[in-house]
Nanobody, 125 residues
Framework: VQLQAFGGGLVQAGGSLRLSCKTS????????VGWFRQAPGKEREFVAA????????SYGDSVQGRFTISRDNAKNTVYLQMSSLTAEDTTVYYC???????????????????WGQGTQVTVSS
């Protein structure tokens, strides 16, 4: 399964940006799709995840209330809408997917087998 993450860029603090994650598979049906981010020298941090079939979502504490994860069935794409961005949100964002992620493990990056290439988000203060 190949994932493509895109939509990163440079944005001013307080602004918004939308990331997209597409798959080479016909559909994300049955998958959990997550977004993670990782700054140099730091551990990979859970951002958000969505269960494709149920649309159940989960968010990391640092983005709760500012970021929204959603899916578009017709486009087979998962979005991460990011708002009220701060300099602390600056890093590389990765999308990940797996069929076998259980709810208790949804924030664990090791639960996901498939990863996109990452997209850089830079927030200027």
């Amino acid at each position: 399964v190949q994932l493509q993450a895109f939509g990163g860029g440079l944005v001013q603090a307080g602004g918004s940006l939308r990331l997209s994650c597409k798959t080479s598979e016909h559909t994300f049906s049955g998958y959990v799709v997550g977004w993670f981010r990782q700054a140099p020298g730091k551990e990979r941090e859970f951002v958000a995840a969505i269960r494709w079939n149920s649309r159940t979502t989960s968010y990391g504490d640092s983005v709760q209330g500012r970021f929204t994860i959603s899916r578009d069935n017709a486009k087979n794409t998962v979005y991460l809408q990011m708002s009220s961005l701060t300099a602390e949100d600056t890093t590389v964002y990765y999308c990940a997917a797996d069929r076998n992620v259980i709810l208790s493990n949804i924030r664990n990056s090791q639960a996901y087998d498939y990863w996109g290439q990452g997209t850089q988000v830079t927030v200027s203060s």
